[in-house]
DNA sequence: CACCAGGCCGTGC
DNA sequence: GCACGGCATGGT
């Protein structure tokens, strides 16, 4: 089995996680503090099983995509299996309303000062990622000076708008998009990640400028539909490629 | 100094 | 409908 946890991780699907020098990886979730080396460790907590998905059949998912054409073969054979995780809707949407333009490292870096300002301390200098109620007093000010920037009013909007996260599940996927869309800050790019990444839709495809650049180098006549039914996971697979140098 | 980052909003046409 | 500039901040 060929996992690459790191890039699951750590690749820009989530910011909860780190990665300490021993190579652990750990995350302040569902009010504790996991640490884990792999996935091996995650099978046995219901928790983690749910946020791995670990019922899903990635390798299979793997070899279909892989078998798809000359560009996702070598996108697959470039790293180990990807996997979705499975988000907590709050968490993903504020974290992808983070990500606009902006990198992976900033992002973190605002997710784990929103944690340490609003949130609370879990273990010894590891902070839960705060919840709607725990950010509901929050200023714009206060969020800019956290570093949020212009997303400071977006962050609220969410606050603000929280509620729509528990209507999304039974939508169709272009409803559920586009009821994501009614939040300040969030565009078809954000909306689709947090579909992925949090309520396990894997017909979308977000869009970003690394994918930008994929599309219309290898599939100019193409559109995210050819990847189906495994649009996502394609999506990821070629994300890591591009953006490790092809 | 420039340009970029897992984009979106407001405006103008 | 599409094109464009602006936007906070930190890194290269």
């Known amino acids: 089995m060929n996992e690459n946890l790191r890039e699951t991780l750590l690749g820009g699907q989530s910011f909860s996680w780190r990665e300490d020098e021993n190579g652990l990886f750990s995350a302040v979730l569902n009010e504790k503090l996991y ?20 019922g899903y059949d990635y390798e299979k998912a793997r070899e279909a ?28 949407t504020i974290s992808f309303i983070l990500s606009q333009n902006n990198n992976i490292k900033r992002i973190t870096g605002l997710y784990n000062r929103l944690s340490k300002r609003y949130g609370h301390e879990v273990a010894p200098g590891r ?6 109620e725990e950010m509901k007093g929050a200023s714009e ?21 929280k509620d729509i996260l528990s209507e999304i599940d039974p939508l169709p996927f272009d409803d559920a998009m586009a009821k994501l869309q009614t939040i300040k800050g969030i565009g078809p790019k954000v909306a689709s990640c947090i ?12 869009m970003d ?22 649009e996502a996971l394609s999506q990821q697979y070629l994300f890591s490629w591009i953006r490790a140098g092809s």
């Not at 995509?65 to 697959?76: P, T």
């Not at 579909?195 to 977000?206: A, D, T, V």
């Open 141 to 161: 000010a206060e969020l800019r000076a956290l570093g949020t920037g212009f997303r400071a009013p977006f962050i609220l909007d969410a606050i603000e708008k």
């Open 209 to 230: 400028v690394w994918m930008k650049k994929v599309m219309k180098e290898y599939y100019p006549d193409k559109d995210p539909s050819y990847f189906h039914p495994y």
């Open 195 to 206: 579909l992925i990444f949090s309520y396990q839709r894997r017909e979308g495809f977000p």
């Open 127 to 132: 902070y839960s990622f705060p919840t709607a």
């Open 35 to 54: 640490t884990i080396r792999g996935l091996e460790d995650a099978a046995s907590d219901p928790f983690l099983y749910d946020y791995f998905d670990l």
């Open 65 to 92: 995509i892989a078998s798809k054409d000359d560009i996702l073969h070598q996108a697959v054979e470039s790293t180990g299996t990807i996997r979705l995780l499975k988000q907590d809707h709050w968490i993903a």
